[in-house]
């Protein structure tokens, strides 16, 4: 019997699942990992690689041991992670990113560059807001595949921000990754980096695209080598250009090897990785994605019905086209594929070769959903008298807040819960908007306040909290529509797929199915794992021959069109969440409506708002 593993490193903990050729789940388990905050500045989040790595392989051995498999059973594995900067040096050496020393009241830039354990930005640290505002000032055709506007949260911009802030003599040192990449770099001592990270998050232009530099005036350049060297010499990072972009990986056939999705990397774990995560020395390894893309690979190959009916047939290839991913966790991701770019400002993209070979990947986001809803909740005057309830009832607190609702729904003879909280309205940019404004500086607004500071009042802003999440993700898909994607159906991962009364709101907001997995929380780190068995199946189809120079990996790519098939093998099929239908179906979505219409009128009015204020000042 052949098994897989999948690895995913989440914004807060580490996980691995065991699965079965046909992509059953075996065993998983997770670790906390550490995240280190400044004192000084609320946008500062860091991680370790060796604190990352750690939790991954605990959670390796564990699952092994309480399976019973042999690790000799284990064929091949695949990671996903957050899209966080790794620093390290040429030996592999963690690198600091913090300007944190040996005590929190020792900050300073000085310690940047030292040999330390804070060697990763967080894909959440927004301390890179200037740096974006100057790439983005420069109207490169590199902002063309990054929906016009380069996030803060990109590698490029945090690069740097690393180059401002560290002595010179250390940056010149270091190796920077995004973290998928850095994970199969620790595994198995191969410099290859993959094309979802690279395109995705670190201003690589896959080779035979065309870039248009609107600032001279739409002028077309064809991409050559990957990267672009006068937007890397415009933006202050000349050195990446002097040594071939060898920090971020490399020219592709020069000096370095780019992948797709599960390709193999080098020759498979190595000795040392292979002890350490109580594996095989040689598994296979392919090629990591992004947590969101693993998601998209996860989910969207998924037959699907209504609860307790006989899933419909299998999709194709083509039928993902219409499937949005939405990765739903403390953020959320929303991915979408098409046979062309498709520009969409304000979303990520689009990324050529992301996934599959010669299609395109769009990216919208939501900065903070998840941790949104425990942010609302938690801050509530109430929220201590919600847990003491928790405790006395022996139920959690959601049930206990969706009680609270349909008691005051009969109460207050409201029709749904849309019509109890249609005097309270929710924007929630609290941490700024990453789609489709992708503007870091729109903050959360609320109207329709009251004095009550009680269950009731904390149960109708946890009501319109979900809400203000469903209409924001209407906001990212009308977008997208409107510019040539054609989505249909929401397929879901990650731990608010568990949320019912939030994904019947997604349903009724979006009019359209929402899809659930079987188990939603480990849908990203299933992805992950066919990533594992696409790269056995690979070396299979290539003899064992490792891909060893770019020209392996371009060759490679014509079985790219398998990766589908292990896809759609390995995907079980998902229930529908359908948008309401009962007999207030239409009066609650005429309100919706209304509500997303001033939804959309709360960004002009912020905008407005803030171009007063500093007209004020100024």
Request: aromatic residues 6%; proline residues 5%.
């Amino acid at each position: 019997m052949e098994y897989y593993i999948g690895f995913d490193v989440g914004t807060g903990s580490g996980r691995a699942c065991l699965v079965d050729r046909t992509g059953k789940l075996i065993a998983d388990h997770s670790e906390p990992t550490q995240t280190h905050r400044s004192p000084t500045d609320h946008r500062i989040f860091e991680q370790s690689t060796t604190d990352i790595w750690s939790s991954l392989s605990k959670c390796c051995k564990t699952i092994l041991a309480s399976s019973g498999v042999s690790p000799s059973q284990v064929k091949g594995i695949g990671f996903d992670a957050t899209c966080s900067l790794a620093v390290v040096d040429r030996q592999g050496t963690p690198i600091s990113v913090s300007r944190t020393g040996a005590t929190e009241a020792d900050e300073q830039d000085a310690n940047l560059g030292k040999e330390g354990f804070w060697n990763v930005i967080l894909w959440a640290d927004h301390r890179a807001e200037e740096e974006a505002e100057k790439i983005n000032a420069t109207g490169e055709g590199v902002l063309g595949f990054v929906g016009e506007t380069m996030s803060l949260e990109m590698e490029i911009p945090k690069t740097l921000w690393l180059k401002k802030h560290m002595p010179a003599e250390r940056f010149k040192r270091c190796m920077l990754f995004d973290l998928p990449d850095y994970l199969t770099y620790r595994a198995t001592s191969s410099l290859a980096r993959s094309t979802c990270s690279l395109a995705c998050k670190c201003s690589y232009v896959p080779p035979g695209t065309k870039m248009i530099h609107k600032c001279d005036g739409g002028v077309e350049e064809i991409s050559t080598d990957g990267w672009s060297a006068r937007f890397f010499n415009k933006i202050g990072l000349g050195e990446m250009v002097e040594e071939y972009f060898d920090a971020l990986g490399g020219i592709p056939g020069k000096n370095g090897l780019v992948l797709t999705a599960g390709q193999p990397v080098g020759k498979g774990l190595s000795k040392i990785a292979a002890e350490e995560l109580g594996l095989v020395e040689g598994t296979a390894v392919g090629s990591g994605v992004i947590d969101a893309y693993a998601g998209w690979i996860g989910t969207v190959a998924a037959a699907s019905g209504p609860k307790g009916e006989k899933p419909g047939p299998k999709p194709s290839l083509d039928d993902a086209e219409a499937r949005l991913a939405a990765i739903a966790g403390t953020s959320t991701c929303h991915i979408a594929q098409s046979k062309q770019g498709i520009l969409v400002p304000g979303v990520w993209g689009p990324y050529r070769d992301a996934v599959f070979p010669g299609l395109w990947m769009n990216e919208g986001g939501q900065s903070s959903t998840g941790q949104l809803i425990d942010f609302m909740m938690k801050t509530h005057p109430a929220f201590p008298k919600l847990q003491e309830l928790s405790k006395q009832t022996g139920k959690n607190t959601y049930d206990l807040l969706g009680e609270r609702l349909e008691t005051l729904m009969k109460e207050r003879g409201a029709e749904t819960l849309t019509h109890l909280t249609k005097d309270l309205h929710f924007y929630p940019d609290l941490h700024g908007n990453r789609s489709p404004l992708a503007d870091p500086r729109m903050r959360g607004m609320i109207m329709g306040l009251t004095l009550d500071d009680g269950i009731s009042d904390l149960a109708a802003k946890f009501n319109v909290t979900l809400e203000a999440i469903a209409l924001q993700t209407r906001h990212i898909v009308d977008e997208m529509n409107a510019k040539g994607h054609h989505i249909s159906s929401i397929y879901m991962s990650g731990s608010q797929a568990k949320n019912g009364p939030l994904m019947r709101l997604l349903a009724t907001v979006l009019n359209m199915p929402v899809i659930i997995p079987p188990q939603p929380s480990a849908a990203v780190v299933l992805g992950a794992a066919m990533l594992g068995r696409f790269a056995h199946d690979l070396n299979d189809v290539r003899q064992g021959k490792p891909i060893e120079k770019q020209q392996d990996s371009d060759e490679a790519k014509k079985q790219g069109g398998k990766l589908w098939e292990v896809m759609s093998e390995m995907t079980q099929p998902g229930v529908e969440v359908l948008p309401r239908s009962d007999d207030l179906a239409g009066r609650e979505r005429k309100l919706l409506e209304t509500k997303y219409k001033i939804f959309r009128e709360a960004v002009e009015v912020q905008l407005k708002w803030r171009k007063m204020v500093a007209e004020a000042v100024a």
